[in-house]
């Protein structure tokens, strides 16, 4: 059974960071791709960064790139988002989840997190 758990969110101020981590259980992360999305009250589910399973090749979203970073490691079996610059429309629910190849696509992935909220005031 693969678990993924999400930790790190919270209320951060306009211009803050928090790093999001994403600890996996069940099955190592060493050779899958994986992924961060986030959800927004009544939009839908959206990417946010994605990792080859080496980590060599990342992949994000125009609205995030340059002040999201995405990194893993394997040893620990975790995946991180570091965000900085945050602005009140990266207030979210934030996802991450395990899949088969590097892609910005929900479909893409097989396992998926609980999310961890994340607020930005202004």
């Known amino acids: 059974q693969v678990q993924l758990v999400e930790s790190g969110g919270g209320l951060v101020q306009a211009g803050g960071s928090l790093r999001l981590s994403c600890a996996a259980s069940?099955?190592?992360?060493?050779?899958?791709?994986m992924g961060w999305f986030r959800q927004a009250p009544g939009k839908e589910r959206e990417f946010v960064a994605g990792s080859s399973w080496r980590g060599d090749s990342t992949y994000y979203a125009a609205s995030v790139k340059g002040r999201f970073t995405i990194s893993r490691d394997n040893a620990k079996n975790t995946v991180y988002l570091q965000m900085n610059s945050l602005k009140d429309e990266d207030t979210a629910v934030y996802y991450c989840?395990?899949?088969?190849?590097?892609?910005?696509?929900?479909?893409?992935?097989?396992?998926w997190g609980q999310g961890t909220q994340v607020t930005v005031s202004s």
């Open positions: 069940g099955r190592a992360v060493t050779y899958y791709a």
């Open positions: 989840a395990m899949g088969g190849g590097p892609s910005n696509q929900k479909s893409s992935y097989n396992y």
